[in-house]
């Protein structure tokens, strides 16, 4: 079992910058597929950007390439999600999520696969 709590959303205006944070435990902390992904009102869940915890497989959104970063603290057991040039599109509640694979081919190619889930933070991103 593993308990994801993110943290570090809020209101922006366009153009500005968040870094979320996703605090994993409960379970060794390797061999996890681990990703962000929103959702805001009315529209269904994208998958934001993923990662393997043992390298590889990294992977963003269109709509977020060359201005999100995914990122983890291996130490910390900790991933991080940093958003720069934000939009009002942006806006949407971000969860973290994670998968426990033994590699990452067997990667979720759909983010409902993936079997752990945090509460959500919430991003605002005003014009």
């Known amino acids: 079992q593993v308990q994801l709590v993110e943290s570090g959303g809020g209101s922006v205006q366009a153009g500005g910058s968040l870094r979320l944070s996703c605090a994993a435990s409960?379970?060794?902390?390797?061999?996890?597929?681990m990703a962000w992904s929103r959702q805001a009102p009315g529209k269904e869940r994208e998958r934001v950007a993923s990662f393997y915890t043992l390298g590889g497989d990294t992977g963003y959104a269109d709509s977020v390439k060359g201005r999100f970063t995914i990122f983890q603290d291996n130490a910390k057991n900790m991933v991080y999600l940093q958003m720069n040039s934000l939009k009002p599109e942006d806006t949407a509640m971000y969860y973290c999520?994670?998968?426990?694979?033994?590699?990452?081919?067997?990667?979720?190619?759909?983010?409902?696969?993936?079997?752990?889930w945090g509460q959500g933070t919430q991003v605002t991103v005003t014009s």
């Open positions: 409960g379970a060794t902390y390797s061999r996890y597929c």
């Open positions: 999520a994670a998968a426990g694979v033994v590699s990452s081919e067997y990667c979720p190619s759909l983010i409902s696969a993936f079997a752990y």
